[in-house]
């Protein structure tokens, strides 16, 4: 009797709240119907719960987070890229409009990608349910990220071919040498032109490696170039092995290959600072020319050189984030991770430019003559200097070992922003884990065949034609519309309190620093982007594309055109689909289109201490047409209570 009657008044408390439950439900049913989704509230308590996609890894430590991001930025421009520019855009002068784009266009991007996916927890594509009018957003960053993939292995292969010939004592392309006795005696009578042309160096990598003697041009590929192939076949299955267990296994392989290049860094620049000549190639480095201030180019170099560095607009900074937990303090990471990565880039020029300086020494020739870019620094100018030094097999063993590691880090960044997009569009493959091994399995198999038009004798008319327009006005206007869609579509001040909330203790500094950041998303880094792409289109359309004497045909400029524009359109045709997937006039669409999904705050759940973000919101899977409101939140918090 006394336990009947301890159990009636519970009874009906638990009846008011189904009751109350029930017409809450039936109100939420009427509203969802009105916005065209067809659901009956009394179907709601009897159906079973839906399931629930595979939950997301997250890094194992923080250390895997920063090591991945900063061997992701750190990578081969560090090495070829910034110490030509810097010599060739005034020397020291050149750090001015460099380390002014950094910071009002390279770390508030960078904060702003970060944030973007370690907030939303999703992939470059599925994380857009923040604002579903700019999805196109994402998969452009996908196009740029495949063009990137396609050809940043084919360095890798090249390094490969390099570090396996480097075992060979005399070095293949040294004066040592016996094949290469009477080059070395050509190039020691003369600077001529046509001696430079005949140097051991160049000989090696125009005909051993890349067989481009054998090419007419853009269109003459020529056959593949076997060994080249097999050094991009082996690549590959290294990529696929880091990577087939996600970030457990690829955040465990960086703790060798983020570190290790700084490991070489160091040991050339103290081998460098012993050597004679040394002081004269640092000097060329970093003397200043105070008049290049005024050159538009200087300034856009800067640019383009952050954009190359940090990896910004490519997918792979979000996919990262997206692994981290909830309350990470992601301004630090931002801080930590673009200034380490700039000062890399910078300490990387010592150890260059001092090996070439001993070059020219031997030589006696301007360090000028001996400087180069891109790949010619890489591959001819600083191999030669390697093979001057003592225990040259030595050293360019590591030195080519660190250009792999650097290859490998960045395009475990660029393939993880592609894996990450497809797993969160498609979370069935998550669940799967043989599934998941077979889409990146076919995957890499796939850019392995695409990359074989890139080894081809021609290929590397192909390699540079992609190179020079991949990374270009396409990703500048990915990378712009990422910042006005968030600053004024979602909301810059909903966006900086997002990042509050990810901060649980936001110490004082952190939300003075995104005062900052918030007038550069708002002004300063649109109207920079602004001004690079004006003069990207300028430079393009008066600037003729050439690969050594070769000069680019109109068809290939064009094609190239149309590759960046490929990424770039993606936001124009998936906006329009946005707005035709909603009803009303087209102001109504515009307005519904920007609205987050209901699904958008869902994603935080690794939050610590706050039950009210633990609480899933109800699912409603009508993209572009529902909303949450204050008052959902409210009521799924009271229902939540009530059945507790």
């Keep these: 009797m006394q336990g009947d009657g301890g159990d009636a008044t519970p009874a009906s408390a638990r009846g008011a709240a189904a009751a109350a439950s029930a017409a809450q439900n039936s109100a939420r ?3 969802v119907a009105h916005n065209g989704y067809n659901s009956t509230a009394d179907s709601r308590p009897t159906s079973p719960t839906p ?6 890894e997250q890094w194992d430590g923080k250390y895997e987070f920063l090591l991945s991001c900063i061997g992701y930025c750190v990578g081969l421009g560090n090495v070829w890229r910034f110490p030509y520019l810097c010599y060739r855009n005034g020397g020291g002068v050149f750090l001015i409009p460099y380390f002014i784009m950094l910071f009002f266009t390279g770390v508030p991007l960078f904060l702003m990608e970060l944030s973007l996916g370690q907030y939303g927890a999703a992939g470059p594509i599925t994380v857009w349910k923040c604002c579903p009018l700019l999805k196109g957003i994402g998969i452009g960053m996908l196009c740029v990220s495949t063009l990137v993939c396609l050809y940043y292995n084919v360095i890798i292969a090249w390094t490969f071919y390099y570090l396996g010939s480097s075992f060979q004592s005399p070095l293949p392309w040294s004066c040592d040498a016996i094949g290469n006795a009477a080059l070395c005696g050509n190039t020691s009578t003369g600077n001529s032109s046509s001696a430079r042309s005949l140097s051991p160096t160049e000989i090696f990598w125009n005909e051993r490696v ?3 003697v054998n090419s007419d041009g853009l269109h ?3 056959p593949v170039r076997w060994p080249l192939a097999l050094c991009l076949l082996a690549a590959w299955v290294i990529i696929f092995l880091c990577m087939l267990k996600g970030i457990r296994s690829s955040g465990k392989v960086v703790y060798v290959t983020a570190t290790f290049p700084y490991f070489v860094l160091v040991v ?10 040394s002081l004269g190639g640092v000097a060329f480095y970093l003397t200043p020319d105070w008049g290049r201030l005024a050159n538009a180019q200087v300034w856009n170099d800067a640019a383009s050189q952050i954009f190359y560095s940090l990896g910004i607009g490519v997918g792979g900074l979000l996919s990262m984030a997206s692994y981290n937990k909830f309350d990470n303090n992601v301004i630090r990471d931002t801080l930590v991770i673009t200034i380490g990565n700039c000062s890399t880039s910078f300490f990387a020029g010592f150890a260059i430019f001092s090996i070439l300086g001993h070059m020219a020494w031997r030589k006696g020739v301007p360090v000028a003559e001996v400087a180069d870019t891109g790949p010619g620094l890489a591959f001819v100018a600083y191999p030669e200097a390697l093979a001057l030094l003592p225990g040259s097999v030595f050293w360019s063993i590591l030195f080519f070992l660190m250009l792999f590691m650097l290859g490998v880090d960045t395009l475990f960044g660029n393939m993880e922003g592609i894996t990450t997009a497809v797993l969160d569009e498609f979370p069935q493959l998550r669940g799967n884990t043989l599934h998941k091994s077979m889409f990146l399995g076919a995957l890499c198999f796939c850019f392995y065949l695409m990359g074989l038009l890139l080894v081809t004798d021609g290929g590397i008319y192909w390699f540079t034609l992609i190179d020079s327009f991949s990374t270009s006005f396409g990703l500048i206007i990915i990378t712009l519309f990422m910042c006005i869609g968030i600053s004024f579509f979602y909301g810059v001040n909903q966006f900086c309190q997002d990042i509050i909330d990810m901060i649980c203790q936001c110490p004082p500094w952190c939300s003075k620093v995104l005062l900052y950041f918030k007038a550069c998303w708002v002004f300063c880094t649109p109207f920079l982007l602004l001004f690079i792409l004006t003069y990207i289109f300028i430079e393009m359309y008066n600037t003729p594309l050439h690969y050594g004497s070769y000069v680019y045909p109109r068809w290939g400029k064009a ?14 045709i998936w906006a329009i689909v946005a707005i035709c997937n909603e009803t009303g006039t087209l102001k109504d669409r515009f307005q519904k289109a920007i609205r987050p999904l209901n699904s958008w705050r869902v994603n935080n759940l690794n939050s610590t201490g706050r039950v009210e973000e633990r609480v899933e919101p109800e699912r409603v899977e009508a993209p572009f047409t529902v909303t949450l409101t204050d008052t959902d939140f409210t009521g799924m918090r009271w229902e939540s209570a009530s059945y507790a």
């Design 559 to 572: 094609l190239g055109v149309c590759m960046g524009a490929t990424c770039c359109l993606q936001i124009l």
């Design 220 to 222: 003459d590929p020529g």
């Design 210 to 212: 890349l067989g481009v």
């Design 29 to 31: 049913g009427q509203t």
């Design 268 to 277: 050339l620049i103290i081998r460098g600072a012993t050597l004679e000549g």
């Design 51 to 56: 399931p629930q996609p595979p939950a997301r």
